[in-house]
């Protein structure tokens, strides 16, 4: 089961570009595929929710010396969520992408990128998690210069610019990690850094880990590609760009920082808090800053981030908790944002908020269906951002750690201000009428709305029955924080 994740968005994204000539086939092939990806990852959660960890030596090469992926809860839910947004797109795209953009290779690249993200959520290598960032980085990018306007050349050098720069440090940390364990296999590397004593060098590799990954999650100083560069992307794109690729970054930060480099936690974790409240900080003032629908979306992607690395940083069980239910929460969220902008983009014809009204008046429905998510990411009960939101400030009350927990409230507190501004901005006031202004008289179509109304469900269920989706959170957490049933299922073969 864990090769038919890597598989089924493999074999799909090369039936797609071979069939370039007959775009028409594209959109069934790709929701075909979305929805076989999807089924796998349900299974595939079925198979470790109960605790178990799935491993696959490739060509039956032992570990630590083979490549070797492993499916443990986290992976598995990260697995799933991708399949989820994956899936939600494809429905979404087949309005919003043409005949000309399929035969250009839209979702040969689309499912090209999903199999990278799943790599990276599968791979027990270092190593590979730098090859499955690169294959996701190629497709991204071809992604975002796939009708090469300016604007779309521009956003895409700046966002691969960086990620370039951020590979660049993988690589010495890869590099240097080699040199002092011997090992690039994560269950390997964590039974060798438990046993080293020269701390210094570990406390090296660690800062060049966290400064990688943490320009590709975006977190504070490192974030300022992302809001330059995610606006530009066609909504499709954008949507699984603000779900999924910032939390592939977040994801290594949480592997490497609660399996690897645990030698010295007061001093690693303690610069992971400053940088989360630092993050929450920036991304919330600049989206307050903002008027562009998609560019105020982007900074919340960097203030929300801030949560995530914050229960990372505080490093209890009911933190890590809080950090992966935060997760599940802000990708089904803030994906399902970006498509609705897209919506209020098509049928008014702008993303400048100024320029918006009449929303909520015209089109009820999807002023609703906005409502739900944009309240959840504010942390509004009993949605799913409330419960996330509750759960890592109280792991910080827990341990008085009330500076992180002071700045948390005022950055929730600012997060409705700019979901209330998109709200009266977009949804409530009326339309003005400028030169500028262009109304395309469009109305929104099932084929967008299904996908969006799918998202808003998930984020009312999983408000609703926060309980199990804690206790889905928590026994990933314990898994992360207890490394011997994972090191033991790696090295010892376990299937």
Known sequence: MIISILIIPLLGGIILLLSSK???????VNFLVSSASLIAAVIVLTQTVSGRILTLQIGNWPAPFGITLVADLLSSVMVLLTAIIGWAVAI????????????????????LMLFGIYGAFLTGDMFNLYVWFEVLLIASFSLMTLGSTSRQTEGAFKYVLLNLVASAFFLVGIGLLYGVAGTLNMADLARKAAMMENTIVLQTVALIFMVSFGIK?????????????????????AAIFAGLLTKV???????????????DTNFTHTILLIVAGLTMLSGVIGAAAQNDFRRILSFHIISQIGYMIMGLAL????????AVFYIIHHIIVKSNLFLIAGIVERIHGSFDVSRLGDVY????????LFFIPAFSLAGIPPLSGFWAKLTVIKAGLDIRQFAIVFVALGVGLLTIFSMTKIWA???????????????TGNNPVWMELIPV?????????????AGPVFEISNRAAEQLLNHKPYIEAVLGGGR
């Open 22 to 28: 007959r775009p028409r086939w594209h959109f069934t």
């Open 92 to 111: 979404y795209a087949n309005k919003y992408v043409n005949a000309h953009q399929a035969g250009e290779g839209f979702f040969a690249l689309m499912q």
């Open 217 to 237: 999650a975006a977190v504070f100083p490192l974030y300022f590609w992302l809001p330059a560069s995610y606006h530009t992307a066609p909504i499709p794109v």
């Open 249 to 263: 970054g977040v994801y290594a930060l949480i592997r490497v920082f609660s399996l690897i480099f645990i030698h």
């Open 315 to 322: 490093f209890t069980p009911l933190a890590v908790a809080g």
């Open 361 to 368: 008046k015209k089109w009820p429905l999807l002023a609703l």
């Open 425 to 439: 901005q977009v949804f409530w006031k009326e339309q003005p009428i400028t030169k500028e202004h262009r109304n």
């Open 453 to 465: 109304a799918f998202l808003a469900l998930l984020t009312i269920i999983i408000g609703l029955l």
